[in-house]
């Protein structure tokens, strides 16, 4: 089952789900989830002599991060790949898990914003990474602020037992930056 906007209020309203700052909840609040803003802070790949990325090991060297100023575009290049972040940091409550999904009117430009992790767990918190790319022929620039992703609520039918942010295996629980991937930590568990 979906949230609806109603329902989205009242969690909100009862500290439940936390996303800060909704600046704008007439706007953002939506008839099925909450749109999301685009933050100033990406995460771009350098070019380097690396033959290929070795998921057993730390990226530090393959990735730059970009702080944009106040009023400044991020140019989103044909076949490129980016992360960026979400400006709103949201809490999860322990039952219910988010979807995260683009908007439509950038889709309609080749922008996708997530390629594989659309899932929001229960229980997490910070500020939600989107692994961003242009998948059209033309560059496209997006905007710190702009409205880039909805995020819908779905109740599961009891509380995870385990909730996200008390498992001892998380990497990305309450991030508040563009991190690289840390993926090689699941092999030293």
């Excluded at 007439?26 to 999301?36: E, F, K, T, Y």
Aim: no cysteine.
């Amino acid at each position: 089952m979906i949230l609806p906007d109603h329902e989205i209020k009242k969690y909100l309203k009862e500290g439940k789900i936390v996303i800060t700052p909704l600046d704008e909840p007439d706007i953002q609040i939506q008839p099925a989830g909450v749109d999301l803003r685009l933050d100033n802070e990406f995460r771009i790949f350098k070019l380097n002599s690396t033959p290929y990325i070795d998921t057993k090991k730390p990226t530090d060297n393959y990735t730059e991060k970009v702080i944009l100023k106040d009023g400044d575009q991020f140019i989103v290049h044909p076949h490129e790949f980016v992360l960026g972040k979400i400006m709103e940091y949201v809490k999860m409550p322990s039952d219910l898990v988010g979807s995260v999904d683009g908007k439509s009117s950038l889709g309609r430009l080749g922008i996708v914003i997530h390629t594989t992790s659309s899932s929001v767990n229960p229980g997490w918190e910070g500020n939600l990474v989107l692994e961003i790319s242009n998948l059209s022929r033309m560059p496209v620039a997006i905007y710190p602020g702009m409205r880039i992703a909805k995020l819908t609520f779905h109740k599961l039918t009891s509380p995870a037992e385990r909730p996200y942010g008390d498992r001892k295996d998380t990497k990305y629980n309450k991030q508040a930056s563009v991190d690289e991937t840390k993926v090689y930590k699941e092999f030293n568990q």
